[in-house]
């Protein structure tokens, strides 16, 4: 945060509530990558689950969970620091796991009610933050 100077004064820029949403979001999707990892392996057990798609689907697992830390890690750090690039790149990243969240909701080798549910939830949380960051991207711009 900067220092106000004589006759300025300080405006902080930074949305609390994108902040807030995105440490929820972090501790959701913790939730989320397990919840998911145990049901693919349940599925794995009680159905007969090919192999070629059960590598995908763990793969694309593991694909969504390294883009989602880097993703919240450059939400967090281009809201903290007022800046518009880590936020951009946030925001891409956002539409990359919206997709694999859309994978896991439709197009997962066997979708049970719960798989339903997690990723509704987790495609509302992204839906808030996009909201959110574009508001704070034109604030910053302002």
């Known amino acids: 945060m900067a220092l ?6 300080s405006v902080l820029l930074s949305s609390i509530p994108l ?5 929820l979001n972090a501790a959701y999707y913790i939730f989320y990558f397990l919840a998911t990892l145990l049901l693919i392996i349940y599925k794995s057990q009680v159905f007969s689950y090919p192999d070629s798609n059960l ?10 969970a390294v883009l989602e830390s ?7 750090k281009g809201n903290l620091t007022e800046e518009e690039l880590p936020l951009g790149f946030s925001l891409i990243l956002t539409a990359a796991n919206v997709i694999l969240c859309v994978y896991f909701l439709v197009w997962e080798t066997y979708i049970l009610r719960a798989d339903v549910i997690i990723n509704a939830i987790l495609l509302v949380f992204y839906g808030l933050e996009v909201i959110l960051e574009l508001f704070t991207i034109a604030a910053f711009f302002r």
């Open 4 to 9: 106000a100077r004589r006759g300025k004064s």
């Open 19 to 23: 902040q807030i949403l995105l440490y």
């Open 55 to 64: 590598a995908l689907d763990l793969g694309l697992l593991f694909v969504m």
């Open 70 to 76: 880097v993703r919240i890690y450059l939400g967090t």
